[in-house]
């Protein structure tokens, strides 16, 4: 009988960033290795355990149920290893290692820019990745080491820390060209008779224009006549300032717009306000240094 040797770390995180990915290429780009290395290395590792991991197809590449229950053990565990390794490395004063984050469009803007950069000047030895994506995500299962969003339910083995603003709204407007030439909506129903630029989440949902007051709750889903996604919530904002309708987004967004007058408030006293975002991280034994520092940063900034 032939002993084979046990798999590597290096083994299996390879075979995770296949996981994350979804392929070959992708996962090597990450990693900064060529792709026949990561495709020798998860060979080498399925010979070793003696079970296929991955499905491979000439379009796809998809875990097996043997690959699924491993990525799902693995995560967590060598979540902690990096946590275990990123303490020792900031063992003295300096914080070292990496801080990935999972993070939505909506406070790439002027939410967190400012925050991380503040962070990175404070911790010179560590290293910041952020991952933009709108929809909710494990962050392990993502290989982050925390998320930011807004308002969603999170599981019990969870921390959320309140990051940016406590609160925020949402705010509706148009250049005052189109305004002259289509008239002011009086009521949120009135955006119905309107062109309107929207928003699209990666998920395929549109996002809904909300409007409160005086405690009524208007939810409105006017046509669009340009969509785009949310990672191009500057486009929608040009298109508004160009003329091509009513747009809705965040209030921090369009105020610099309000203040050079090229875009108009609209239906001003229908804005919603809701809680600001959140960063979200699992309450673990090993919580990695970089992140333990930002939170901590993140926690002083809000109290100055």
């Known amino acids: 009988m032939t002993n084979n040797p046990p798999a590597s770390l290096d083994e299996l995180s390879v075979f ?26 998860l060979s080498r590792l399925e010979a070793s355990m003696g079970v296929r991991l991955l499905s491979r197809t000439t379009r796809s590449v998809t875990p097996t149920e043997a690959g699924r229950d491993l990525a799902a053990r693995l995560e967590p565990i060598l979540a902690e290893a990096r946590a275990a390794v990123d303490a020792a490395m900031s063992s003295g004063n300096a914080v070292r290692g990496m801080l990935r984050l999972n993070v939505p469009g909506a406070v790439m803007v002027d939410i967190l820019p400012p925050l991380v950069e503040a962070f990175l000047r ?11 994506d709108d929809r909710f995500v494990d962050t392990v299962a993502a290989g982050c ?4 969003r807004y308002g969603e339910r999170l599981a ?18 148009a250049s005052p060209a189109y305004l002259d030439a289509h008239g002011r909506p009086e ?25 409160a007051r005086d405690g009524e709750e208007l939810v409105v889903e006017p046509e669009g006549r340009l969509i785009v996604g949310t990672a191009g919530g500057s486009a929608a904002i040009k298109a508004a300032i160009n003329g091509f309708g009513l747009t809705q987004g965040f209030r921090n967004w369009l105020e610099p717009h309000f203040a050079t007058g090229a875009l108009e408030p609209v239906l001003q006293d229908w804005w919603p306000e809701f809680e ?13 240094a970089p992140l333990r520092a930002f939170v901590d940063f993140v926690t002083e900034a809000r109290r100055g």
């Open 187 to 211: 009521h949120p129903r009135d955006v119905l008779q309107h062109e309107c630029v929207r928003l699209r989440f990666s998920s395929g949902a549109m996002i809904p224009w909300e409007f």
């Open 276 to 288: 600001g975002p959140q960063l979200y991280f699992y309450n673990r034994r090993f919580m990695p």
């Open 122 to 132: 404070r911790h010179p030895d560590v290293s910041v990745e952020i991952m933009v």
């Open 16 to 41: 995770l960033a296949i996981v994350r990915a979804g392929g070959f290429r992708d996962a090597a780009r990450q990693l900064g290795v060529s792709p026949s290395t990561v495709s020798e290395t």
């Open 145 to 148: 080491d925390a998320g930011i």
């Open 156 to 173: 019990q083995d969870m921390i959320a820390v309140p990051i940016g603003p406590a609160m925020q709204q949402a705010a509706t407007a």
